[in-house]
């Protein structure tokens, strides 16, 4: 089974940018196209625990006496809780680079092993911890399902809608060509048992099954068609793996991606010329 891509792609790491060869033309990335999808009220919030919490860490107990620490004033200090969130958000990113990371090495089989791999990240402690939940999450995953691997971070493209991405796997899982995801989030509500097929797909975001869907039309135009759509959760609070097929129609989850597309499109446009 081969991916033929339907045109000459590169991707330029340090910009996060795919070009076609030649004509050095950008493609449109999945993940930027994603980005149109409203998180509804979940980020504003997010962002107020953020502040919040950076706040209360600062307060004394008893006195409640707010400690400025190596902030002049109270303005200076308020301005660093304010951007909590971004901070936050850059430790998840770079938990989730590591973690991909070490699953890529796993599998084009040039890895290490875990403790080695830990020991060669600079990063604090706590985000070293939760880098080693999740190669545990992910190596439980990978023992119980015990995946044929046929790619692993595989750069796809469609011409047809002229976008491009990277896929994490698409491998034989139970019989069935799964096209997945490895997701280093944290759950987006409360989920119970680690190991349930199914589990209840309300714990990661929908949006997730678009982002597959993207991938699947990709891999159509390169003459594979993937069975099933698979998330994997690696849950970096507690160190279990939760895998979810997908509960959403394909046909609908394409249709709605494209019609996200031509919204990106669109939005290029009046930023380009109206702007």
Known sequence: MKYTPPLNLHF???????????????????????????????????GAKETADYI???????????????????????????AQWREQSKSAKEVGSAVHEYIEGYYKGHGVSPEEYLQ????????????????TAFLDWNALKKPKIIYSELRVASKEHWYAGTLDFLFEIDGKLVLGDFKTSKARKESKAPYKEFEDARSIYPDYWLQL????????????????????????????AHYFTAPTDLEFDKKSFLNLREFHKWGSYVENNLN
């Open 56 to 82: 209360t860490k600062n307060i004394e107990p008893i006195t409640f006496k707010l400690n400025l620490g190596e902030h002049k004033d109270l303005e200076s200090f308020m301005k660093t809780a304010k």
């Open 213 to 240: 869907a993207a991938y699947q039309i990709a891999l159509e135009e390169g003459g594979i068609t993937p069975q099933e759509r698979m998330v994997v959760r690696l849950d970096k609070s507690t160190g279990k």
């Open 12 to 46: 330029d790491d340090e910009k996060h940018i795919y070009t076609e060869v030649g004509t050095l033309k950008p493609l449109t990335g999945v993940t930027n196209i994603l980005k149109n999808i409203s998180k509804g009220d979940a980020f504003p919030a997010w």
């Open 120 to 135: 060669g990240l600079e990063m604090p402690h706590t985000e070293l911890l939760e880098v080693k939940r999740c190669i």
